[in-house]
């Protein structure tokens, strides 16, 4: 089974640029993710999709983040214009999102930004 | 305060020592607990996961929740350098739905 494909692996920007990171979560996971983490830090959500639609985007900074999920397949998540403080590894994950059971993650190996 | 709190370590121990691994958490809302590992540049793994208080195990790994506490751990017997790696807990108030509210992590290296 594919995992949770993300891309770029790397991105180094200057500050007040814009970037843009691409997700395709595993097939048939009608839930997906976006993870902000910082170094040293554990993974915080900004943004989860059920199907096309948001669920939960509290801790999206709207001011200047955005994403996506095309068709309910694919996501995109951008970031105009990017900071200092916006250099983490955004991690995609996707899960099956059933109610039947305890809902897993599954991620991906996440896009690694460098803001300078 | 932080909602969860997880010591980041770094944690060392020679192979085949036994690992313990700690969080605490604030928000007694929290029923469901999680423990994810990840490899250096790599994207974090489910391990174990469990929703309610006493232990469960899986091979090697036995993970247990004490709700009255506020405490939640995960033991690795038989460490192997294969176990080095970054162990985050997670937890939720929600079997589905809710948001996962992770630790830092706590960065464990077994040497051979």
């Known amino acids: 089974e594919a995992g949770v494909a993300q891309s770029p692996r790397y991105k180094i920007i200057e500050k007040r640029q814009s970037v843009a990171f691409w997700c395709n979560p595993i097939s048939g996971h009608a839930t997906l993710y976006w993870y902000q983490q910082i170094l040293g830090q554990g993974p915080k959500l900004l943004i989860q999709?059920?199907?096309?639609?948001?669920?939960?985007d509290s801790q999206l900074p709207k001011d200047r983040f955005s994403a996506e999920r095309l068709k309910g397949v694919d996501s995109t998540l951008k970031i105009q214009p990017a900071k200092l403080e916006d250099s983490a590894v955004y991690l995609c994950a996707s899960s099956l999102g059933t109610v039947a059971s305890i809902e897993k993650l599954f991620f991906g190996s996440g896009t690694q930004l460098s803001v300078l | 305060q932080k909602e969860v709190e997880q010591d980041p370590g770094p944690l060392s121990v020679p192979e085949g020592a036994i690992v313990s691994l700690n969080c605490t958490y604030s928000n007694s809302a929290f029923q469901y607990f999680m423990w994810y590992r990840q490899y250096s540049r790599k994207g974090p793994e489910l391990l174990m996961y469990t929703y309610s208080s006493g232990n469960k195990e899986d091979g090697r790994f036995t993970a247990q929740v004490d709700k009255s506490s506020k405490y939640i751990s995960l033991f690795i017997r038989d460490s192997q350098p294969s176990d080095s790696a970054t162990y985050l807990c997670?937890?939720?108030?929600?079997?589905?739905?809710?948001?996962?509210?992770f630790g830092q992590g706590t960065e464990l290296s077994v040497k051979p």
């Open positions: 997670a937890m939720s108030p929600f079997v589905q739905g809710g948001k996962l509210i």
């Open positions: 999709f059920q199907n096309n639609g948001v669920v939960d």
